[in-house]
């Protein structure tokens, strides 16, 4: 089972970015799906999550209006758009599945390793 996390970088303050996560040896049909982040000195906190077949989605209070999660369960991958990006964004994300939907890392049995982003200001 492995989770690969792409598209971080480096951006400007209010810019985009989208991070695609890609599921090998396993098909994410049958999982939940999430986002999560970990900016320096912190925890690793609850981003995003979609349900497996994408019907519903929930969003930390933070990125509510500005993040939009989505899945393509033909190719295997999700996604996670970024809009209006903020300083506080920096961190590394992670792409995870689980087998229940919801925001606790817990919830959660296979991770990606992480791909950085860093807004600028």
């Known amino acids: 089972v492995q989770l690969v996390e792409s598209g971080g970088g480096l951006v400007q303050a209010g810019e985009s970015v989208r991070l695609s996560c890609a599921a090998s040896?396993?098909?994410?049909?049958?999982?939940?799906m999430g986002w999560f982040r970990q900016a320096p000195g912190k925890e690793r906190g609850f981003v995003a999550a979609?349900?497996?077949?994408?019907?519903?989605?929930v969003y930390a209070d933070s990125v509510k209006g500005r993040f939009t999660i989505s899945r393509d369960n033909v190719k295997n991958t999700m996604s996670l758009q970024m809009n209006s990006l903020k300083p506080e964004d920096t961190a590394v994300y992670y792409c995870?599945?689980?087998?229940?939907?919801?925001?606790?890392?817990?919830?959660?049995?296979?991770w990606g390793q992480g791909t950085q982003v860093t807004v600028s200001s």
């Open positions: 040896e396993f098909t994410i049909r049958n999982y939940a």
């Open positions: 995870a599945a689980g087998a229940r939907y919801g925001a606790s890392a817990s919830l959660y049995n296979y």
């Open positions: 979609i349900r497996w077949n994408g019907e519903s989605t």
